[in-house]
């Protein structure tokens, strides 16, 4: 079992950029498809990005071309760099693995007009 623990989250002005971190405890990282989702009050939960073992990535279609998820298998961490920030994109982030059996609480990001 892997846990998770997320960081990056704030405030920031539409246009601007935010960098989400999520640190693995545990064995095998590199092995992991690992993913964000998000999700806004009274929303379901969204997949955002996911990368796989291999760094094959995709992307909800209204984050592509601004958000981009990376892996560093060294550092047992997964990134969602986030630019071009919309209010829209507001929300709960919330990273995933592939071996975390529960969703942990995430960080929020909020974007002001």
């Known amino acids: 079992q892997v846990q998770l623990r997320e960081s990056g989250g704030g405030l920031v002005q539409a246009g601007g950029s935010l960098r989400l971190s999520c640190a693995a405890s545990?064995?095998?990282?590199?092995?992991?498809?690992m993913a964000w989702f998000r999700q806004a009050p009274g929303n379901p939960r969204d997949l955002v990005a996911r990368i796989s073992p291999d760094g094959d990535t995709a992307y909800l279609p209204s984050v592509k071309g601004r958000f981009t998820i990376s892996r560093d298998n060294a550092k047992n961490t997964v990134y969602l760099q986030m630019n071009s920030l919309k209010p829209e994109d507001t929300a709960v982030y919330i990273c995933?693995?592939?071996?975390?059996?529960?969703w942990g609480q995430g960080t929020q990001v909020t974007v002001s007009l």
């Open positions: 545990g064995s095998g990282f590199s092995l992991l498809d």
């Open positions: 995933w693995s592939s071996a975390t059996p529960y």
